[in-house]
């Protein structure tokens, strides 16, 4: 005769489980908001110094060919004539300076310092002139980046991200 054990099936009936469960997912939705928040502020800063490359990059191009508006271009023939020839411009590096918490714009301050080079650019105030076309095309870039024209000046200083306010430091030339 072959006896046969009877599995014993345990029932939850206090709801132990079901607990447990919710738990488990309040704990991973709470995770998930958390991570959000961090991610969207990693992505906005991303974003913002994509769009600075891009600027630094346009700047830089104008100052390359020499392509400027009609009245920059007459004030640069009557002081900064090398400014109306093509340069040879190139970027060392971009650092950016977390300066903290800014209660005047309630965001954090980040400062952009470009570093640049330039063989063709021999005079100082030639060297200043290419290096606000830079900042400014900068400071646009992030500006229209994050549609946030209507919050700065004419100059876009500072310029504004959702969760950042950006600000130039004078290119240093190296």
């Not at 891009?54 to 023939?77: F, P, Q, R």
Request: proline fraction near 2%; charged fraction near 20%.
């Amino acid at each position: 005769m072959i006896f046969y054990k009877r599995k014993t099936v345990y029932k939850d009936n206090k709801g132990q489980s079901s607990v447990e469960f919710l738990f488990l997912i309040s704990f991973a939705l709470v995770l998930v908001l958390l991570l959000a928040n961090f991610l969207a502020e990693e992505n906005d800063f991303s974003l913002a110094m994509t769009a600075a490359r891009d600027g630094i990059n346009l700047g830089v191009s104008e100052d390359k060919i020499a392509i400027y508006e009609e009245s920059s271009y007459d004030k640069y023939t009557s002081n900064n004539i090398a400014l109306t020839h093509p340069n040879a411009i190139k970027i060392v590096k971009i650092e950016t300076v977390n300066r903290g918490y800014d209660s005047r714009y309630n965001r954090t301050s980040i400062q952009i310092r470009v570093f640049a080079s330039s063989p063709s650019l021999v005079k100082n105030e030639d060297r200043v002139s290419a290096g606000d076309r830079i900042t400014y095309n900068v400071r646009i870039s992030i500006t229209m980046t994050f549609n946030t024209s209507k919050l700065s000046n004419n100059l876009y200083n500072p310029c504004f991200s959702k969760y950042y306010v950006f600000t130039t430091s004078n290119v240093q030339w190296v």
